[in-house]
């Protein structure tokens, strides 16, 4: 639904989804994705934070809950996310958002 452009089917199906307890991990990040796009970052931070709980070593979502908790204005729990994000280990997704605040790495 979502490469289809029907984005409130695509998230009403993903918040059923991850209603159920035994929601899957994808379907969670899937939709806390889907809050942070449209701007509901208190919904994508709950989100990211119930994943945190499932997945703490995950760096994916250390540096996604890092970002939110950054939009959000809570810069010290931010730094924590990140923190957590850079010590689980590499991360596409964490580098690109690095490089994008930071600028590329122009070492030789």
């Given amino acids: 639904d979502l490469a289809e452009g029907r984005r409130t089917e695509a998230r009403a199906t993903l ?5 159920e307890p035994t929601a899957s991990s994808g379907a969670l990040a899937a939709l806390a994705r889907v809050h942070y796009a449209d ?8 989100l990211f934070e119930r994943l945190a709980e499932r997945t703490p070593k ?5 540096a996604w809950l890092g970002l939110v908790k950054a939009e959000r204005g809570q810069p010290d729990a931010a730094r ?21 605040v930071i600028g590329p790495d122009t070492r030789p």
């Avoid at 995950?58 to 250390?62: F, P």
């Avoid at 924590?80 to 994008?100: C, H, N, W």
């Fill in 39 to 46: 701007r509901r970052l208190a919904e994508a931070e709950a």
């Fill in 80 to 100: 924590e996310a990140f923190r957590k994000a850079a010590a689980a280990g590499p991360s596409a997704m964490l580098g690109e958002r690095l490089k994008r």
């Fill in 58 to 62: 995950s760096a994916e979502v250390q």
């Fill in 15 to 19: 918040a059923a989804l991850a209603a």
